[in-house]
């Protein structure tokens, strides 16, 4: 099992300017701003981090994009995770890496270059709740030269701003990555959810009646190419990095929420003395910082192990335990993290108004997404103890 | 120590390694029938005493221990960077440990650096052989971790000193010729700390009297040390009177690895959540294999994310922008992790067992010879000794997060 773990001068820059960003762009009353707007985040601001160039970062430079490693996203997503930034980066971020590995050269031509533009896309894989679901319920039939689509995806991350919806399917009895575009949509086709992490958005998406032509249909499905992954690989694999996004994610959050923590606890005082003086909060604040250590270490892990890989490669077993240790071990850190917040913080924690709800809101909510801990530590234990011969 | 020495080249390096995994593949003592300790604080028994005093000597004279030491003083006076590479087949190996610690580690490297001409020929030569056992008179009863309470007498009268008080938790004290003995020379100074002495102090003399402290184990391992009116030649003083303080705390530097020195050797058995599924592989629950119980196997892979992430986060601790926002996190919280993690991974791993858990070392059917019960028990002596779990999240929560004491 591979220890790499290495930071190039390249990446600690982006952390540095990406930190730097997201403090200066997403402050608390920032962030506040948008708990209730309609997209959840700012367009002035996401304009800026298109302009910075970040939804291209991964992209190959053939495909318009900057053609670093999906490592250099890791500090980014710890970043705006810091600063409980929200925007449609993640998901732009999957729905190219699904075309990345999925589609033929003219799919990624078609579509990689707008994406690396600034593009909003998303990925729509859920029926419902299960993350380890392998089948899906919404089809799609061959119809002539185009496709038609039923069934009704869930938990659609920014599906109301996206323009593109790289939708998972069944076709011919076996999965395929349909490529969905906003304008193939009925009127009402999505649906909002209203979600316990209020700085983020998600919504069903109906897919009943929508045709797409043949060619939306990644070329992954049509074994044409026997050099592409299949759309099971690429699926897998898209739930491999969307689990490592939330868990880099969630590190910053837990980041902000210690520091958060460590304030009140420095500011706070009962029976005349400072709070933070008492074990019995100074202790589990410790156990906080430890938590949020060991996924720091996680997450930059894989980052290097991705950066190691070819950029479309199926992802190989260690990257597979790295993206899922470091997922199991972010949320139930950032989840300690939000739990303890709210209490060290008494009467006040209990209330909409001090940051704490922030952190727990968002805590529950990341460990849902891409698997929770039992969910990846479940498939760990597969990797890592049953070992065949 | 040798400046004039050239970097050895990689190849020279490469050689050395396969010479010294060959002679340790021949080497490596058989399986003696009795379980020896995994750290230099078990040795509770003259039988395992001799063992390992053998196996060093064994080492030292192979040439494997001390390798970075000058030769006048039984070293082989390489660069330092043979001795890591023996110490990492050793581990390999997985043989023994080198179980004179304190003199390896702690009084040699304090002795080459600042000893005497004549302490160096005295003593550096027989810690790497194994002939003189040292232990160390830091802590006493009532002061466990305030070293700079320490009340130990020692009075100066004519050529010799005449101590009185107690020390505890000396490791080896009943089998130790020497000690690195810290004791008040001036109860009057105005800093206590400036009222401390240093001596590298005989044991057989009349008046020390080390009693073994049976541990939880049942086993023995450390000795609680009299002092009665002993009498130790005034030669022994290191330094000069007053300078206890500053000389501990050097040898602290050398015990925690902050700086080198050290003659190398196993300093205790590495044990890894590898050992733990070893051991369970042939346990059932319910009928059937333990190792796929849902619930174990869950908890055995948060061990194996804890242990993992441990690897790793000495590996960022070297990545300063990884290691920003809280410098010295990951040093000062090195062993609340690793101590407590162990400690939660041997726990486990007698738990695991089912009923066989509740077998003890010397039952023959106990799993791998009751190793994990002794070793979850023994390993307290991590989460204790040194400073306590709950002293060290102190030291964490204050030093680098900023709480209030």
């Known amino acids: 099992m591979s220890n790499a773990l290495s930071f190039t001068d390249e990446q600690a820059m982006i952390l540095d300017s990406a930190r730097e960003f997201c403090r200066e762009k997403s402050p608390v009353p920032a962030v506040r701003a948008q708990l209730s707007s309609d997209s959840g985040f700012d367009a002035t601001t996401w304009e800026e981090m298109v302009a910075l160039g970040w939804p291209a970062l991964a992209i190959p430079e053939e495909f318009g994009g900057a053609g670093l490693g999906f490592g250099s996203i890791v500090p980014i997503a710890e970043s705006m995770g810091r600063a409980l930034l929200s925007t449609p980066l993640f998901s732009a971020t999957l729905a190219a890496q699904a075309i990345l590995r999925g589609g033929s050269s003219s799919q990624k031509e078609q579509w990689l270059p707008q994406i690396a533009a600034g593009t909003p896309a998303t990925v729509a894989l859920l029926d419902g709740g299960d993350w380890g679901a392998t089948r899906t319920t919404c089809t799609a039939t061959r119809n002539g030269d185009s496709v038609t689509l039923s069934g009704e995806k869930w938990y659609v991350a920014d599906a109301g701003v996206a323009s593109l919806f790289v939708t998972w399917c069944e076709l011919d009895g076996s999965s395929a990555l349909v490529v969905v575009e906003q304008g193939h949509l009925g009127a009402d086709a999505i649906q909002p959810h209203r979600l316990l992490d209020e700085t983020k958005r998600a919504a069903k998406l109906s897919l009943d009646g929508v045709s797409v032509p043949a060619g939306n249909v990644l070329e992954a499905n049509l074994e044409v190419n026997l050099e592409v992954n299949s759309a099971d690989g690429v699926l897998r694999d898209l739930h491999l990095l969307g689990a490592l996004l939330l868990a880099a994610e969630a590190t910053g959050s837990t980041g902000a929420c210690l520091d958060t923590v460590v304030d009140y606890l420095k500011t706070r005082k009962q029976f005349g003395k400072l709070i933070g003086s008492y074990q019995a909060l100074k202790h589990p604040t410790v156990d906080i910082l430890c938590g949020l250590d060991a996924a720091r270490s996680l997450i930059y892990h894989a980052a290097t192990l991705l950066d190691d890989a070819a950029a479309d490669a199926e992802l190989d077993r260690d990257i597979e335990i790295a993206c899922r240790m470091a997922k199991a071990q972010a949320v139930d850190a950032l989840t300690f993290a939000g739990d303890r917040a709210v209490q060290f913080h008494g009467g006040m924690g209990f209330t909409y108004e001090c940051d704490a709800q922030l952190y727990i809101r968002r805590a529950q909510h990341a460990q849902q997404q891409f698997g929770d801990a039992w969910h990846h530590r479940k498939r760990l234990a597969g990797l890592l103890l049953d070992t065949a011969a | ?405």
Not at chain 2, 22 to 51: R, Y
Not at chain 2, 321 to 338: C, I, Q
Not at chain 2, 363 to 385: E, M, P, V
Request: aromatic share 10%; proline share 5%.
């Open chain 2, 1 to 405: 120590m040798n400046s004039a020495v050239d970097a050895p080249s990689q190849r020279e390096l490469d050689d050395f390694r396969s010479q010294v995994a060959a002679w340790l593949k021949d080497n490596k003592p058989a399986d003696p029938g009795f379980l020896l300790p995994q750290t230099f604080m078990e040795v509770g028994s003259d039988q395992q005493l001799d063992f390992l005093r053998e196996w060093q000597h064994k080492l030292w004279s192979a040439g494997y221990l001390g390798m970075a030491w000058p030769k006048e003083y039984g070293g082989q006076g390489v660069p330092a960077v043979f001795q890591v590479i023996a110490d990492a087949e050793m581990r390999r190996a997985a043989v023994p440990i080198a179980f004179n610690v304190i003199g390896l580690g702690w009084a040699g490297p304090l002795i080459l650096h600042r000893g005497s001409e004549e302490e160096k020929q005295k003593y550096l030569k027989n810690i790497l052989s194994a002939e003189d056992i040292w232990c160390q008179g830091f802590s006493e009863p009532d002061h466990g971790s305030d070293l700079g309470n320490v009340q130990t007498r020692a009075v100066r009268d004519g050529d010799d000193y005449v101590v009185n008080g107690t020390k505890i938790w000396t490791t080896m004290g009943n089998y130790a010729k020497y000690m690195i003995l810290l004791a008040r020379t001036n109860p009057n100074a105005e800093r206590k700390y400036d009222g401390l002495s240093f001596f590298l102090s005989p044991m057989q003399v009349d008046g020390i009297d080390p009693r073994p402290i049976q541990k939880l184990t049942g086993e023995y391992g450390f000795t609680e040390t009299f002092f009665t009116d002993a009498r130790i030649p005034a030669s022994c003083l290191m330094g000069e009177e007053g300078e206890g303080w500053k000389i501990a705390m050097q040898t602290l530097q050398y015990e925690r690895g902050a700086e080198a020195g050290a003659a190398g050797g196993l300093m205790q058995v590495r044990v890894v959540i590898d050992d733990v599924i070893e051991c369970l592989k042939g346990v059932t629950r319910d009928g059937q294999p333990l190792l796929e119980d849902p619930v174990i196997r869950d908890e055995l892979v948060k061990l194996m994310i804890e242990e993992k992430a441990q690897g790793l986060s000495n590996r960022r601790a070297g990545i300063p922008a990884l290691t920003s926002d809280y410098p010295f996190s990951l040093n000062l919280s090195g062993k609340l992790r690793s101590s407590e993690y162990a400690r939660r991974m041997r726990k486990f791993a007698v738990a695991a067992q089912g009923a066989h858990g509740g077998l003890y070392v010397e039952d023959a059917d106990a799993l791998d010879a009751g190793f994990w019960q002794r070793a979850y028990l023994n390993n307290f002596s991590t989460t204790i000794g040194g400073g306590t779990s709950q002293i060290q999240a102190n030291i964490v929560g204050e030093h680098v997060l900023g709480l209030p004491k």
